[in-house]
């Protein structure tokens, strides 16, 4: 029928409304034929919709009723989708891999008593993925393989895009990564050019999966931002009020059908009883009220066992909505866990050879770009701690450092390390400090940085051959605080004033004139948060065409006594001539070199080994005064190491190097019996300080 195909063609375009107003319409149409055939077929399509929408119980009641009708209609041929439908909703909505096996071996099985070796192909698809799912991988081949060689009998742009995603499990399982790259390519490229987008997200995430497994994290973050677009296309909001309101609309068709039916019925009722004679009136009456009674005690009845129905199953939507939460929560944890300590690890690297390069070449010691470098590191180490753990900016565990900063130094630093911006959009960077600012404030300059890169950054990226201002003026003094207004206006495109209410929004770019504009839509963001943990508020002015103003106005301390103090803490005293020795446990070997620059720049003694065996071996041969220990090793772990160490009653100082976050650790590595923990990257001075306060505590 024609509006069955429409709506089928309509759903492989993820165009749910439309989908299901077409399926409707053709169930109307069967029934006022009275075609068992297309009234299942009808009902198939609806609860192919839903399946979609993940209504997921209401998909299998009318794939129920489907395999009803298709059994009214003594047709076992329609059962070969039927059941191959029911098995994708065990598999991809409700993970129940068996049991989805199950109801496709159940199609398999009518598909060979009857020949039809199209269906197969299908069946056979979607056998691949979840024995895929099982880590079956040879049944799972064995059925890709299956599709490939048959794919002419179901060659349809949904089924060959599939088919390509599936292709692509399997070189990824038999490790080609040159045929996985094609495949998935292949792919997305189908999907696109049919509007498949409901495959086209599917797609995006295995591929993610994928990228990520072979540790090309850059490339999996874009696959999996480009799935996330897909599906916020597919999902959003208005659209799935709008499928709501039109899937409300056929429930309400379906009941009156429904109550058309009981009608009929009981005006039968009716007429039979009209036929019956009443022996006495007396006994009439009586009969009618109990047949009153009895109906209104059954609707009572009926009533409540619906409602007991529904409860029951949106409590177990809430439990698996919770259960699913919680595992996403876990999920993401785990990932910036490790996200955070893979990109922690290098920038230990470039902070280390960094000042390696400025130790060893005295000439670059007032370079501005060897400062810019060491700016450009410390503010990207700042950033990625923020961008990977976002949620602990909304949730407040943000905590704000104070040391002292020179506001015209930290200005100076941001537009030196924006300079290549301005000079390729061909912009001036102009700035305007009051002279009345006291010259040293006490704060958090990594954060008032971050705050002030951003900033600018987008004022150039916005602005062609035009200006930058960076604006500071002292407000006021109020006791020991100075109130300090942070200006950035710029001359560039300016924000449509519709738009200015949800820029500090997160994920959120606006619709620009240029298109060449990039980012994660973080940027802004992040800026309000920091801003208002500083105590303060950040306001927008803006105009098309003629520029943007950002400020806010954030107060520092300037007591002169706390500023001596924090300056004093900072230095570290080495003039008591000791010369410590230290075991160096480190398996990276770029860290190795920067911490054994930093033993030799301050004449410690000192020994680098692998791992923690071969540490444990140097603590049984010879005294140290401390150990520096890594913490994610090859063999066995700094955890494992400490702990071995003090069942061997050894008590030296152990101070855990690390590129993990503090907070995942601390529990752990006090437990085993280390005794500080320094967070990769750090300053070398952070490093001796923190060596000088052990031996004290030692002594």
Same mark, same amino acid.
């Given at each position: 029928?024609?509006?069955?195909? $429409?709506?089928?063609?309509?759903?492989?375009?993820?165009?749910?409304?439309?989908?299901?107003?077409? #399926?409707?319409?053709?169930?109307?149409?069967?029934?006022?034929?009275?075609?068992?055939? %297309?009234?299942?077929? #009808?009902?198939?399509?609806?609860?192919?919709?839903?399946? *979609?929408?993940?209504?997921?119980?209401?998909?299998?009641? =009318?794939?129920?009723?489907?395999?009803?009708?298709?059994?009214?209609?003594?047709?076992?041929?329609?059962?070969?989708?039927?059941?191959?439908?029911?098995?994708?909703?065990?598999?991809?909505?409700?993970?129940?891999?068996?049991?989805?096996?199950?109801?496709?071996?159940?199609?398999?099985?009518?598909?060979?008593?009857?020949?039809?070796?199209?269906?197969?192909v299908l069946t056979k698809i979607n056998l691949a993925w979840a024995y895929f799912q099982q880590k079956e991988y040879k049944k799972?081949?064995?059925?890709?393989?299956?599709?490939?060689?048959?794919?002419?009998?179901?060659?349809?742009?949904?089924?060959?895009?599939?088919?390509?995603?599936?292709?692509?499990?399997?070189?990824?399982?038999?490790?080609?990564?040159? %045929? /996985?790259?094609?495949?998935?390519?292949?792919?997305?490229?189908?999907?696109?050019?049919?509007?498949?987008?409901?495959?086209?997200?599917?797609?995006?995430?295995?591929?993610?999966?994928?990228? =990520?497994?072979?540790?090309?994290?850059?490339?999996?973050?874009?696959?999996?931002?480009?799935?996330?677009? $897909?599906?916020?296309?597919?999902?959003?909001?208005?659209?799935?009020?709008?499928?709501?309101?039109?899937?409300?609309?056929?429930?309400?068709?379906?009941?009156?059908?429904e109550l058309v039916k009981v009608n009929k019925e009981r005006s039968l009722q009716q007429e039979n009883l009209k036929k019956t004679k009443i022996i006495t009136s007396l006994s009439l009456v009586f009969l009618l009220l109990m047949v009153f009674l009895l109906y209104m005690l059954y609707r009572n009845i009926v009533f409540r066992k619906k409602v007991n129905l529904y409860l029951e199953a949106k409590n177990k939507e809430l439990n698996d909505a919770k259960e699913k939460a919680e595992e996403a929560s876990k999920l993401k944890s785990q990932f910036i866990s490790t996200i955070s300590h893979e990109l922690r690890t290098p920038l230990y690297g470039v902070v280390g050879i960094t000042n390696m390069l400025a130790d060893e070449h005295n000439e670059l010691t007032d370079s501005p770009h060897l400062k810019s470098l060491k700016f450009s590191a410390r503010y990207l180490l700042s950033l990625v701690n923020d961008l990977l753990q976002i949620n602990k900016i909304e949730e407040n565990k943000v905590v704000l450092e104070n040391s002292t900063l020179n506001l015209e130094d930290e200005i100076h630093m941001v537009s030196e390390s924006l300079s290549f911006i301005a000079t390729r959009n061909n912009n001036k960077i102009i700035t305007e400090i009051d002279s009345s600012i006291p010259e040293y404030l006490i704060g958090d300059k990594l954060r008032l940085s971050q705050i002030l890169m951003n900033l600018v950054s987008n004022a150039l990226k916005f602005t062609q051959n035009g200006e930058v201002y960076i604006r500071v003026k002292l407000q006021n003094f109020e006791g020991t605080l100075s109130h300090i207004q942070f200006e950035v206006k710029d001359t560039g495109v300016g924000i449509p004033q519709k738009d200015l209410n949800k820029i500090f929004e997160k994920f959120v770019q606006i619709d620009r004139k240029e298109d060449d504009y990039q980012g994660a839509g973080l940027g802004l963001s992040i800026v309000k948060?920091? $801003?208002?943990?500083?105590? #303060? *508020?950040?306001? /927008?002015?803006?105009?098309?065409?003629?520029?943007?103003?950002?400020?806010?106005?954030?107060?520092?301390?300037?007591?002169?006594?706390? /500023?001596?103090?924090?300056?004093?803490?900072?230095?570290?005293?080495?003039?008591?001539?000791?010369?410590?020795?230290?075991? /160096? $446990?480190?398996?990276?070997?770029?860290?190795?070199m920067v911490t054994r620059k930093i033993m030799e720049k301050n004449n410690f003694k000192f020994l680098i080994v692998d791992d923690g065996y071969a540490a444990i071996e140097a603590l049984g041969k010879e005294h140290f005064d401390v150990v520096l220990m890594d913490i994610n090793m090859p063999l066995i772990n700094g955890f494992e190491t400490t702990r071995l160490i003090r069942k061997k009653e050894i008590t030296v100082p152990i101070i855990a190097l690390t590129a993990f976050a503090k907070d995942e650790i601390t529990d752990e590595a006090f437990s085993v019996g280390m005794n500080d923990i320094l967070i990769k990257p750090f300053e070398p001075s952070k490093l001796i300080q923190c060596i000088e306060k052990l031996m004290k505590n030692n002594r």
């Open positions: 029928m024609k509006f069955l195909s $429409v709506s089928d063609s309509l759903l492989l375009k993820a165009d749910y409304k439309n989908s299901l107003l077409s #399926s409707n319409k053709a169930l109307t149409k069967a029934i006022q034929l009275n075609e068992n055939n %297309l009234i299942a077929l #009808s009902y198939n399509s609806i609860g192919g919709v839903y399946e *979609e929408i993940l209504e997921i119980d209401k998909a299998l009641g =009318y794939y129920d009723k489907a395999i009803q009708y298709s059994d009214k209609a003594k047709n076992d041929t329609l059962k070969i989708w039927f059941y191959n439908n029911i098995g994708n909703i065990f598999l991809y909505r409700k993970n129940d891999v068996k049991t989805g096996i199950d109801y496709y071996l159940k199609s398999l099985k009518y598909a060979d008593q009857f020949k039809e070796e199209a269906s197969k799972a081949i064995e059925n890709v393989d299956f599709a490939q060689k048959n794919i002419e009998l179901m060659k349809y742009p949904d089924t060959e895009a599939y088919l390509n995603l599936l292709l692509g499990l399997k070189y990824s399982h038999l490790n080609n990564d040159e %045929l /996985v790259d094609f495949h998935f390519q292949k792919a997305i490229e189908i999907s696109k050019a049919n509007q498949l987008d409901s495959y086209l997200s599917d797609i995006h995430e295995e591929y993610a999966r994928y990228l =990520y497994k072979k540790g090309d994290y850059k490339n999996a973050f874009i696959q999996l931002d480009l799935h996330e677009e $897909v599906k916020d296309r597919i999902f959003n909001s208005d659209n799935i009020k709008s499928i709501n309101l039109t899937a409300l609309k056929i429930e309400l068709e379906e009941s009156k059908r948060k920091l $801003v208002e943990i500083f105590g #303060s *508020e950040i306001f /927008v002015e803006s105009e098309e065409s003629k520029g943007t103003r950002f400020y806010f106005t954030i107060a520092f301390e300037t007591d002169t006594k706390k /500023v001596d103090k924090i300056i004093h803490n900072i230095s570290v005293d080495l003039s008591a001539e000791q010369i410590y020795k230290v075991l /160096v $446990v480190e398996d990276n070997k770029i860290n190795q």
